[in-house]
Structures are given as structure tokens and as C-alpha cells.
T-cell receptor, first 111, second 115 residues
Framework: DAKTTQPNSMESNEEEPVHLPCNHSTISGTDYIHWYRQLPSQGPEYVIHGLTSNVNNRMASLAIAEDRKSSTLILHRATLRDAAVYYCILRGFSNDYKLSFGAGTTVTVRA | GAGVSQTPSNKVTEKGKYVELRCDPISGHTALYWYRQSLGQGPEFLIYFQGTGAADDSGLPNDRFFAVRPEGSVSTLKIQRTERGDSAVYLC?????????????FGPGTRLLVL
């Protein structure tokens, strides 16, 4: 399975943007880039996903490098509720249904 | 609508005992997944159901672990002869059909502690 690499932790101030990097140098042409996050004592929740083009939704934006070997999840204005572990996951035909979580990035938001 | 629910939320048992963990997926979702999360780590895949059948149980660690979904909705994860190493949060997720692009919706998990 293709692997992703994320920093262990990041800190941000409330109402400031947060940029979470993810490296996936062995991504295949059919792999989608998914992001999930896990708030304390909760199950993971979907954030966003994309294939080649940048994507926006109400939670975040996903910027995908032109060569697709890296991507960045952008939280435009961090709130205390955004403090969570963020997971970058590749999903494609090879692993189909299962989500392969790494250790993720722990985001701390300072008030 | 109602999300994925799991019961119990916490379970404490003694080494060697048998436990059952229940998952109620979102109504109409045919795909159901079990994951296990140890402290400080990301969730690890255990088993995937498509309808009533286990389509992939390659993540089950050994034959003490078994899961069923007899009517294609509720699923039960069963652990025999529990060991201290089984202590973890057991997460259940469901998705509409199971195709790779679909969002998986997770329950809050069952925190299992084996003494």
C-alpha cells in the first residue's frame, strides 16, 4: 500500500490558518487523497478528499501538488474545536474499502 | 439522522473472559467495518462486511476474534479468552455501498480494558 508521511504535531493560534502537510511520494495514478480527523474521545470523521484538483468544502481546503506527491490540508481559521489528530490517507483500487491510518498529526489550538 | 452507535461505551473485563461488542450502523448502509485503536496510534483495520458476509477478515489478529452480521445491519465483534493486549478502543464504521471513494462514518467506539 502507498504510504503517507505527516509531522507528528503542529500548533496554531485560534482564528489563524493551519497548513497540514502530507507527503505521499509513491502515490499511484488512481489513488485518492483523503483526510479524516479524530477529536478527543471520538471516532474519526471525514474532512475532505481529492484526486488531482484542489478541493474546498465547509470544513477545509485541500491543495494537491501538481505531481501529486504531496498535499496540504488547510484549516482557514482554526477554532478550539479543531484540536484533533488529522490523518492523511490514500485510497485507491489496491486497498479499496479499508482505511489505512498512520499516526497522523496532532493539532493543538491555543486560545 | 442517527449516526453509528456502539455499545457498550466502556467494558472492563478480566483476562480469560469472553466479550461482545455491538455496532449499529447507519440505516441502509451495506458496508460495515471494524477497526481497533491502541493508545497513541491510528486505527487499524480488523474486518469488513458487505451485507451479511465478511468480505475481508484479514485484519483479525488471531482466531480469538470473530465478528458476525447476521441480518446485514447490526454487527457483533466477539473476543474469546481475552488478554491484556486486547485492551484498546474498538471502532465501528459504516458506508453506503463500500466503494473506495465513499466516506466512512465512525461510531464513538467501545473502550475495552482487560485486567
Amino acid at each position: 500500500d502507498a504510504k503517507t508521511t505527516q509531522p507528528n504535531s503542529m500548533e496554531s493560534n485560534e482564528e489563524e490558518p493551519v497548513h497540514l502537510p502530507c507527503n505521499h511520494s509513491t502515490i499511484s495514478g488512481t489513488d485518492y487523497i483523503h483526510w479524516y480527523r479524530q477529536l478527543p474521545s471520538q471516532g474519526p470523521e471525514y474532512v475532505i478528499h481529492g484526486l488531482t484538483s484542489n478541493v474546498n468544502n465547509r470544513m477545509a481546503s485541500l491543495a494537491i501538488a501538481e505531481d501529486r506527491k504531496s498535499s496540504t490540508l488547510i484549516l482557514h481559521r482554526a477554532t478550539l474545536r479543531d484540536a484533533a489528530v488529522y490523518y492523511c490517507i490514500l485510497r485507491g483500487f489496491s486497498n479499496d474499502y479499508k482505511l489505512s491510518f498512520g499516526a497522523g498529526t496532532t493539532v493543538t489550538v491555543r486560545a | 439522522g442517527a449516526g453509528v452507535s456502539q455499545t457498550p461505551s466502556n467494558k472492563v473485563t478480566e483476562k480469560g473472559k469472553y466479550v461482545e461488542l455491538r455496532c449499529d450502523p447507519i440505516s441502509g448502509h451495506t458496508a460495515l467495518y471494524w477497526y481497533r485503536q491502541s493508545l497513541g496510534q491510528g486505527p487499524e483495520f480488523l474486518i469488513y462486511f458487505q451485507g451479511t458476509g465478511a468480505a475481508d477478515d484479514s485484519g483479525l489478529p488471531n482466531d480469538r476474534f470473530f465478528a458476525v452480521r447476521p441480518e446485514g445491519s447490526v454487527s457483533t465483534l466477539k473476543i474469546q479468552r481475552t488478554e491484556r493486549g486486547d485492551s484498546a478502543v474498538y471502532l465501528c464504521a459504516s458506508s453506503l455501498t463500500g466503494v473506495f471513494e465513499e466516506t466512512q462514518y465512525f461510531g464513538p467506539g467501545t473502550r475495552l480494558l482487560v485486567l
